[in-house]
């Protein structure tokens, strides 16, 4: 009896002091955790019993009112797969060479052979217990922690987990492997704090390997994983929230849900210092005010958000009061994220849709709407809003210049309700993409399924090559056959030659300061190709052995040359007799963008409901060509035969502009 007067007591406590939060938040995450309240009890209970912990108590409070939601896998496959995160930074072969070495040894990655365990239910007292006593230490310890609110200590430094990945009881470990990096910094700013330690700790760190292949399904990466500084953006960011947090510095991610012109995100670290200035870290980079990341202020983004280890109860209440159907960006557990699209923006707008946009048979119940952006096939929600005014629906703080559609959600999908339209980002005026049962007048050609604005290093790298011919090895005084005046702008470009004279040498040599980057030559004498030996510089970028100059010769476009020294590099042919040089064809070092012959090629037209197809073709040549496309709507090319990356794009003068 007596102790059920005590739980009692201890019960109503837990109910009633939670500084400034609805009690029933904390009770119902109680409730959830089913058999492991006992353990978050243990906690409460701790630091409610003396009144110099009351602080303590509240971050408590805080944590495990916000846990609810968080998970995490277990499993042999993932303590297996840390192997690839450890060899991209041994290891000189590429991360899909990794990857498939993997692949024979433990078998493909597969997230369903693991155990999924929610955080709120698992995680014990002992563990939360030392990571709120060694948070709050180092918060009141160090200098800097007197210009740290007790908000941003919360959301900022204290939280034991960045996103899913696996708990470790890394503040501990860090303190311990980096402390020294930190001794002897006595800034009283946040961020000049961070700008010193990463200057410490850089001289002795490798250098990362960013790649963005990476397992597929593979969670973020947990404290001591992300040491390796290798995978994506998302990957590196880790280590510099835990390195950071586990020294009182408050960071956080910001990132763009997708791109504006592409179809992934992108995501970096952010801080601020004692003037509430935000500062950020892209890829373990240097530290720089917001507004000098050029990255981020150039880059098209349709929003910017900043993570949240809290709920955004807020806006999730609008959301649900006036929506039976939320998408999963936005639902309860997932909407930890708060708007930061100012901070970032070029061309900020609040975006007012007007009603001759809007289809006419739209759900007249609907009082949510949503922007998407596309991401290849698909449409992304990027933001919400319930601003409908006379016919208009707005949204606020959007960036110009990136190509949108509007939607309700309903029974899990999206409904649209306006045709796709691209906003411009000086006048914002809107331009809508509508089929028209005029045609195009003239047929326009297509040389690749994606913008190659992101190769023109590649492109740019051949102006000035030049292809040469000898009878001497050693191309003492060789004959000029052919110098590439222009930017490539197809995979196959041809060069005919009228000279009569035979060569047993013949290459190519890439002008000053390109790596002789190429991907594919072919020599040929009256329509014949010409075989024979592969001579040519060896050695590859950072010695990798996966891009040698034998790659110019393989017969496939995917593979290339990207010598080791800037300027020295070529690959040729000893013919092993002297032939007559008539035809050369090269092509760029690529993506694998192209128009490929033999690929299987499906043209789409955007409509009401999405995308309608408008034909197949098999490319008979590196192009393909339309005719009597109706005008106006916005298309989308589908290699049906390989390849990740496709975008819209719409007609201009006859030619393709990738969104």
Known sequence: MKYIIRFSVFSLILLC?????????????????????????????????????????????????????????????LEKYTDYFKLLGEDKKTPDQILDSLHNVYGPFNTSTLTLKFDIKEIDSTFLCENIDLAFKVWTEKPWGKNVTFDDFCEYILPYRTSNEKLTNWRKNYLEEYGTFIEGITAEDPVEAAILLRRNIIKKMSP??????????????????????????????????FLLRAFGIPCTIDYMPIRGNDNVGHSWVSLKNKKNEY????????????????????????KVYRRTFSRNAVQFNILEKKSGSIPGEFSQYNYRFHDVTDLYSNYLMDLSIPKKLIYRDRPKNSTIFYLCA??????????????????????????????????????????????????HNQTKKINAFRIHERKEDKPFILYSKFSLEGENHFRERMIGGIFEASDNPEFKNPDTLHIIKDKPFRLFHHVTLSSEKRYRYVRYKGPEESFCNVAEIQFLSDTLLLRGKIIGTPGSW???????????????????????????????????????????????????????????????????????????????SDSLRYESIPRGCLYYLKNHSGGVQERPFMIEEGKPVFL
């Open 374 to 423: 596309p991401s290849r096939m698909d449409w992304i929600p990027v933001d919400w809003t319930d601003i409908y005014k006379k016919g208009t629906i707005t949204f606020n703080n959007i960036e110009a210049g990136c190509t949108f559609r509007v939607a309700t959600y309903k029974n899990g999908k999206l409904v649209f309700i306006t045709d796709p339209f691209i906003v």
């Open 279 to 302: 500062f950020v870290i892209d890829y373990f980079g240097d530290i720089t005010y917001v507004s000098g990341r050029e990255n981020n202020r150039s880059s098209t983004k349709p």
């Open 542 to 620: 950072q010695d990798s052995g996966t891009h040698e100059f034998t790659n110019v010769f393989d017969g496939s476009t995917e593979t290339s040359f990207d010598h080791n020294t800037p300027s020295d590099g070529w690959a040729g042919l000893d013919l092993g007799q002297p032939e007559k040089i008539t035809e050369i064809i090269y092509s760029p070092r690529n993506q694998d963008n192209y128009i490929k012959k033999g690929d299987k090629y499906e043209l789409f037209m955007s409509d009401r409901t999405g995308w309608s197809s408008m034909g197949v073709q098999i490319a008979s």
């Open 208 to 241: 990362e390997r960013f790649t963005m292949t990476s397992p597929a399904g593979y969670p973020s990466l947990d404290a001591f994983t992300a040491k390796y500084l290798t995978g994506s953006c998302d990957n590196i960011n880790q280590f510099v929230l």
């Open 17 to 77: 002091s939670c500084i400034g939060k609805k009690q029933n938040e904390l009770e119902q995450a109680l409730l959830l955790a089913g058999e492991n309240r006992t353990e978050l009890e243990k906690v409460l209970k701790r630091y409610s019993s003396d009144p110099a912990d009351s602080l303590k108590y509240r971050a408590a409070c805080f944590l495990i009112e916000n846990m609810p939601g968080y998970y995490y896998y277990e499993g042999e496959a």
